[in-house]
């Protein structure tokens, strides 16, 4: 029972460390990562208070260094997932009723482990299995996670301070409980963050989770639960599982106790998912909520008014950080013809100047792909462009994978703005560019509406007040996220709430309160303290 009103810590965004030569953060994650590397980790699924090894096992081995095993997983079948609903369920009776202070003290003790003691574990581990530069790991593993359990916090308090108005007489109140059964949470392999923050968003308001990491991010995510585990999250409540997907799925789905699906990954299997729920529709307790972030094709538009240096920059960033492989990522482009040549100038220049190779190297600003699947994707896309004559390759288009799956940060320029490249999610750093005459921004606007099935972010570049008011309202269906004369990328917890609409999502705004109030159900109770005893109203007479 509560016996008080709790304001909780005041939510900050985690500073951004430098690892710059000789700093002690560079040593320290060096450290860690020459001993995860020369490892060799054993990670369980959890389920319950067991860490469960059945022998079936797949190898972990970085993308930058593909024949070299820093590990095994062990993968189940039916009768796990099956487990992990059960025990999801049980945890619910004690979790479920929990004070909301004494959950809140669990997410915020894990964002300071995670500030503190594992913050070179968890990056160096990303680095490591997602093949993230030091930069990278550190926004996304470190600090964006620590933002995500903080700010979260923060809006659960908001929330649950959210009250109705009363009345002489009465008391009007809201309970915000968590759903009736278990949430599913599917997470990709390319954030950390994400992998921590979909099942520990819905955990935090009360719920119990089955969770499937993705098979390339479980080096990470055996991290992740170490943090849980250490933070004091009782048994049960979050559950991770791995092994055939479509068995995990459908398994989940079957459950009449399924209430929720927390989902990021691509777009046509979250369709696929949503298909599945509804045909089960009929065997379950309660409607499930359905929460999904999955793809994007991502723009960025100049004005001729815009200045080149800044574009060229959002570009590069845009485009080729972590390789491209971000739902956000600058991956189609229109430039006015009277700046393009100098705005690639630019850009080449950029390329030229990247070192690729290792994330252990901190020099180099690009490493590889995920797995050869990615791999072999883009450079059937790449070497589809030499042999096409609507399309051409104006800087980089190499790739090699004898080591590691690396992929030439590469420039396409399209002759047709409906060209494969422009209309095609790719994720990788690919980044196709369309010229259009000046005289034509009016129609590029509407070119930049009508290309693409997704809408998840975009930018304009522009000195123009008018023409940045204008395509402010021409694009507003086309982005959940855009941005002014900034690259595409970046959203920080709390400050820019993240998600898009179309064919990218349901647009429930991961690092805002819209999340989390996904993961409640409101019950409102009304208390009248003096009841009627006459059934007559005054109109009787």
């Not at 309202?473 to 982005?479: G, Q, S, T, V």
Request: charged share 20%; glycine share 8%.
């Amino acid at each position: 029972m509560g016996k008080g009103f709790f304001n909780v810590p005041v939510a900050i965004n985690e500073p951004v460390k430098g690892y710059a030569p000789g700093s002690p953060e560079r040593e320290t994650v060096s450290k860690q990562y020459k001993a995860y590397f020369n490892g060799n980790v054993d990670v369980p699924m959890y389920i319950g208070s067991k860490e469960v090894r059945t022998g079936d096992t797949r190898t972990m081995t970085p993308p930058h260094d593909h024949q070299h095993v820093v590990g095994t997983y062990h993968i189940g079948g039916k009768a796990h997932t099956e487990e992990a609903i059960a025990t999801a369920l049980e945890a619910r009776n004690q979790w479920s009723q929990m004070p909301w202070e004494q959950r809140a003290a669990i997410f915020l003790r894990a964002a300071e482990l995670i500030a503190g003691p594992y913050r070179a574990k968890i990056n160096a581990a990303t680095m490591i299995a997602q093949s993230k530069t030091i930069h990278q790991a550190e926004i996304d593993a470190a600090c964006e996670f620590i933002d995500f359990l903080r700010f979260n916090v923060e809006f659960m308090s908001d929330i649950y301070s959210e009250q109705p108005n009363s009345d002489d007489g009465i008391w009007n109140r809201v309970e915000y409980r968590p759903l009736e059964g278990f949430i599913y949470a599917i997470t990709p392999f390319n954030f950390t963050a994400i992998a921590g923050n979909l099942p520990a968003s819905a955990a935090m308001m009360g719920n119990t989770v089955v969770w499937k990491p993705s098979d390339s991010q479980v080096f990470s995510a055996n991290v992740i639960m170490e943090v849980f585990k250490e933070a004091g999250l009782p048994d049960g409540v979050i559950n991770m599982v791995m092994g055939d997907p479509v068995e995990i799925t459908n398994t989940v789905l079957a459950s009449p106790d399924f209430a929720g699906l927390h989902f990021t990954g691509s777009t046509f299997v979250f369709k696929e998912l949503w298909k599945k729920i509804g045909e089960n529709i009929h065997n379950y307790k309660t409607y499930p909520r359905i929460v999904g972030e999955t793809g994007g094709k991502d723009f960025i538009i100049a004005h001729p008014s815009a200045n080149p240096k800044q574009v060229a920059t959002g570009i590069t960033r845009g485009a080729f950080e972590f390789q491209g492989q971000k739902c956000s990522a600058a991956s189609r482009v229109y430039l006015p013809k009277s700046m393009a040549e100098e705005v690639l100038g630019y850009v080449k220049e950029d390329i030229a100047s990247f070192k690729m190779g290792s994330p252990e190297d901190m020099s180099n600003f690009i490493t590889a792909v995920i797995h050869e699947g990615s791999f072999d994707k883009l450079a059937k896309y790449i070497d589809q462009v030499k042999e096409d004559a609507d399309a051409e390759i104006v800087a980089g288009g190499n790739y090699d994978k004898s080591k590691g799956y690396f992929i030439q940060p590469t420039v396409i320029l399209a002759k047709d703005p409906k060209y494969t490249t422009m209309c095609t999610e790719l994720f990788g750093p690919v980044v196709t560019i369309y010229v259009y005459d000046d005289a034509d921004w009016a129609d590029t606007l509407k070119l930049v509406d009508a290309t693409s099935e997704y809408a998840l972010t975009g930018a304009v570049f522009s000195t123009d007040r008018y023409a940045i008011t204008e395509a402010t309202k021409a694009l507003e269906n086309c982005a959940g996220n855009f941005y002014i004369n900034d690259k595409p990328t970046g959203a920080v917890v709390g400050q820019q709430p993240f998600g898009g609409a179309r064919a990218s999502g349901t647009n429930d705004k991961a690092g805002s309160a819209q999340n989390l109030l996904r993961w409640v159900s409101p019950r409102l109770i009304k208390e009248t303290f003096v009841s009627p005893s006459d059934y007559r109203y005054p109109f009787l007479g």
